[in-house]
């Protein structure tokens, strides 16, 4: 995660929210990451959000679960490890690295496959 997310701002200024982050990116992403957003937040109630290493992140019980980013041709979830291989068929199209799933712009945001993902993250912190 060398690189840090596109977004609109300059470099040097953080958004001190997840409201500006998504609001800093162009048309054709917003939706995508708004996209993401909800469909995480509906799989995780009581989850809260802020900005780490540029991007949003969502916290549940003071531990991190994942991040989210936007770029110019992908929105991406990152610090997803390996899942269920049924978790991972689904996702086959989308990972790029053992951690990260890249959705790309110009299609819409699976949500029910990132709200599994987040399901999957939660009740892999019970075992």
Do not use: C, N, Q
């Not at 780490?52 to 992908?74: E, I, N, Q």
């Not at 990260?100 to 075992?127: C, H, K, M, N, Q």
């Amino acid at each position: 995660m060398a690189d840090k997310p596109d977004t609109a701002a300059t470099d040097s200024v953080e958004p001190d929210s997840v409201d500006a982050y998504i609001a800093s990116f162009p048309d054709g992403v917003r939706p995508l990451l708004a996209a993401v957003r909800s469909a995480i937040l509906s799989a995780a109630p009581g989850a809260t959000e802020s900005i780490s290493y540029g991007m949003p992140t969502v916290t549940l019980d003071d531990r991190r679960l994942l991040y989210f980013a936007g770029w110019t041709k992908h929105v991406a979830l990152y610090a997803i490890g390996t899942l269920s291989p049924e978790l991972e068929t689904d996702l086959r199209p989308f990972r790029v690295h053992k951690d990260t799933v890249r959705f790309p712009v110009g299609r819409a945001v699976p949500e029910d496959l990132v709200r599994r993902v987040t399901i999957a993250l939660i009740a892999a912190r019970s075992t």
